[in-house]
């Protein structure tokens, strides 16, 4: 997720503080990781650098950052054009669990277990997902969903490799 | 909300709570059909309340495990345990009993009676056992409104989408307070969000009533509404929590 491109997404809706960019970062796309503070000045710096944000004035506070950023019109059309243009697809092909599988195959280790054990680590994530999901507000559904969708394709190709463990067993051997 | 009020002579008294551990109890089953094995040994046990979700790819054996576990077929070998009496040791009207009573169904596409109304179909196992018209259609409307279907009231399954019949199965299934509720592949024939939407009303109206579920998918988003899910491989049952606990 581009921090820079959000943060200047924020403020499209009117100018703000460093502090008050966090908190509305935080509550809307944070969840399980909080933006540090040297994050966000580091980024409002470069912004600033580049011609994207302008400091519209300072405040008095006890806080250690009292400039108050407004985007520029530069800056609207660079929001404008990574909003437009699609993320890349992931493309998965190195995966840590398919390299985990190989190994525990080529050293003669149990890797149907392997699979046993990350297939319930996936699923005990799942379970707690969906509970937050049916206490959560409609914002909290659409992340969990997005998180649940991904696991479950991961879950589905775990399924596949244990049914398949015995062929690429040998296929390794040749 | 508080569930509606179970009608006089459906719902099994509680139990003494060491005689209720687990509530339902298989070991050892074996279940061929002609030559090919479908259970080969299985164990599965399910506490009172909770909700099992029984995974495993299509053909694993999952459904005959949940036939045996219901008592619809009978094992090869092996027992299964309800409250502590045996199910092959019961007579066929016992079983039949039990399975009006003690044991609710939602299969995966509802399983209406066509002739019946959604009101009347609700009733259906309540009016079998017993209960007055009125009272069972009491509670019928109660369980349909619960399951945010009370507008079929009056209309024939036919009359219905696919996701409000699973609704009406489901209320149908928790309105005589069964003791365990077998819910085969409840969502496989629905869209995602009808079918989360029938998982979230199915489990928390099983927790509020303190039914225990048995739960057959294949889709891991399903099983995420369960305290638990254990996988069936061939013909056997492994608990993959028991397995990962070291690892966490």
Not at chain 1, 80 to 92: I, N, S
Not at chain 2, 20 to 33: Q, V
Not at chain 2, 125 to 139: F, I, K, S, Y
Request: a neutral charge.
């Amino acid at each position: 997720m581009s921090i820079s491109h959000t943060l200047l997404g924020l403020l499209e809706a009117g100018p703000r503080h460093g502090y008050d960019l966090k908190r509305t970062f935080d509550e809307r796309f944070g969840h399980d990781r909080a933006l540090h503070y040297g994050q966000v000045y580091a980024t409002m710096s470069r912004l600033l650098k580049n011609g994207f944000v302008e400091v519209e004035g300072f405040e008095a506070g006890d806080g250690p950052e009292r400039k108050r950023y407004a985007i520029t019109d530069a800056g609207v059309t660079d929001v404008g054009r990574w909003l437009t243009t699609p993320e890349k697809p992931e493309p998965y092909l190195r995966n840590t669990l398919y390299a985990k599988v190989v190994l525990a195959l080529l050293s003669g280790r149990n890797a149907a277990e392997l699979l046993d054990v990350q297939t319930a680590e996936h699923l005990r994530l799942m379970r707690e997902l969906t509970r937050r999901k049916r206490d959560g507000d409609l914002v909290d559904q659409l992340v969990c969903d997005h998180a649940l969708f991904h696991l479950e394709a991961d879950l589905r190709w775990l399924e596949l490799a244990a049914a398949r463990l015995d062929r690429l067993a040998e296929e390794l051997r040749r | 909300m508080t569930p509606p009020a179970a009608p006089p002579g459906t719902a099994a008294e509680p139990d003494s709570p060491a005689a209720d551990r687990p509530l339902l109890r298989a070991a050892g089953l074996h279940k061929s059909y002609g030559a090919t094995p479908a259970l080969a040994g299985a164990s599965f046990s399910i506490d009172a309340g909770e909700v099992v979700a029984v995974m495993g790819p299509s053909g694993s054996g999952k459904s005959t495990l949940l036939h045996c576990l219901a008592g619809i077929i009978t094992p090869d070998e092996g027992t299964v345990h309800f409250q502590g009496a045996e199910l092959s040791a019961l007579s066929d009207s016992e079983r039949s009993r039990l399975r009006r009573g003690d044991f609710g169904f939602v299969f995966q596409f509802g399983r209406l009676v066509p002739e019946l109304t959604c009101l009347e179909n609700v009733a259906l196992p309540m009016r079998l056992a017993g209960t007055p018209r009125r009272a069972a259609e009491g509670t019928a409307g109660e369980w349909l409104a619960r399951l945010e279907v009370s507008d079929t009231h009056a209309k024939r399954p036919g009359q219905i989408s696919g996701g409000q019949g699973q609704r009406v199965a489901v209320a149908r299934a928790l309105a005589a307070r069964p003791r365990v509720v077998f819910a085969d592949e409840p969502t496989g024939a629905l869209d995602t969000l009808n079918g989360e939407r029938v998982m979230e009303l199915l489990t928390a109206a099983a927790r509020d009533t303190g039914a225990a579920v048995v739960l057959v998918t294949h889709e891991s988003r399903v099983a995420a509404y369960s305290d638990r899910e254990v996988v069936v491989r061939d013909g056997r049952v492994r608990d993959l929590g028991a397995g990962a606990a070291g690892h966490r």
